[in-house]
């Protein structure tokens, strides 16, 4: 299949696509979409930033659709980030203008008030995090036993997340023969638990490597000592165009780091745990737009970031294991577009950087740091060059001669 044209899709789909500029699909959405309109349960694996979205928007709208009128939620889409969980919901807006189907966002951090109310409304899918699904699930203010549809789109940041066990407790509240659809960026253990335990028969779709990020993106390491970190970042801000999108550790440091930024006068955002909703929007929706060019992040939020065009990722703490290297290098790249991930290192780190490339099979091609990379202090290092056949200096002495000799004869 070559174009969404040629996809059994209804006619008000076919439109949006069009009217969007959708032409060709992505290698996942090409061997997911006709499947899953067949009611087929899917388990896909693909890289980020490879149209998954797409992939289980568009047949799960159709089949919503074609199916007669009824009460209730009809479909759940489960995943592990507020931000995501919004992305999500604008592409299904986008693809959904012009139908009778309206979906709600179900998260955390937000007005519970304005979520229940467009379900009471009539919402038929739920755009939903685990946790705040589950306490309205506990609290029976949703039912969800007339949903007919589930998708569980990143699963295996959820369960890196902790959410296994609220996972399980929704999905036990969903009746066991819907369909359900699992997509996700790796297989790991926990993931194939889950998918032997509740998914019936599923087609098995892979694209590319797993493990490793998108052909398009370089991935370079910099040796550099931890005081001249953010230096190095100024210069790298310097020399290259584009925006760039770093990863701190900690929320701490993504906060010092984005302050440092503004204060040299850098447009610059940060997201992470400790910010409001309000402030994760503003900041994300300031980075797609190009009000910021930079944006710091922790590996926590950033599986909400999927903005195109990312030149430059940046890690400058390295990841806390080495499968979120593939998630943040997978920032830019995406759609076919070349990227860039560099990583930062100290000479202390470079057992971390050979783990990283050991497990997921990868080689870091080593970049000389170039140009005057000032030290936290605003020094620049200080360079010793030897003197050519430098010879041992000899220093005279102009005591006199043999006295040690002396001394000692005269204690005998």
Known sequence: MKNFSQLPLSALLQSNLSKHGFVQPTPVQAQAIEPALAGKDLVATAQTGTGKTLAFVLPLLHLLEQEPRRPGVRAVILTPTRELAMQIHEVFVTMAAGSSTRATVVVGGVSERTQLQAIRKGARVLIATPGRLYDFLSRRLVDLGAVRMLVLDEADRMLDMGFLPTVKRIMEAIPGDRQTMLFSATIESSVQHLVSDHVRDALRIEIGSITKPADGVDLDVYEVEQDRK??????????????????????????????????????????????????????????????????????????????????????????????DFIHRAGRTGRAGARGTASTFATRAERSEIARIERTLNLRLTTRAVSGEVLDDRGKAPVIVIPTPDQRRLHVRSFGPRNAGRRRVSSMM
């Not at 801000?237 to 990863?247: I, K, N």
């Not at 980075?287 to 599986?303: E, K, M, P």
């Open 230 to 323: 953010f230096g190095l970042l100024e210069n790298m801000l310097r020399a290259h165009d584009g925006s760039f999108l770093v990863f701190a550790r900690t929320k701490r440091g993504a906060e010092r780091l984005s302050r440092r930024l503004s204060q040299a006068g850098v447009n610059c955002a940060a997201i992470h745990g400790d910010r409001s909703q309000g402030q994760r929007n503003q900041a994300l929706k300031g980075f797609q737009d190009g009000d910021y060019r930079v944006l710091v992040a922790t590996d926590v939020a950033s599986r909400g970031i999927h903005v195109e065009g990312i030149a430059h990722v940046v890690n400058y703490d390295l990841p806390q294991v080495p499968e």
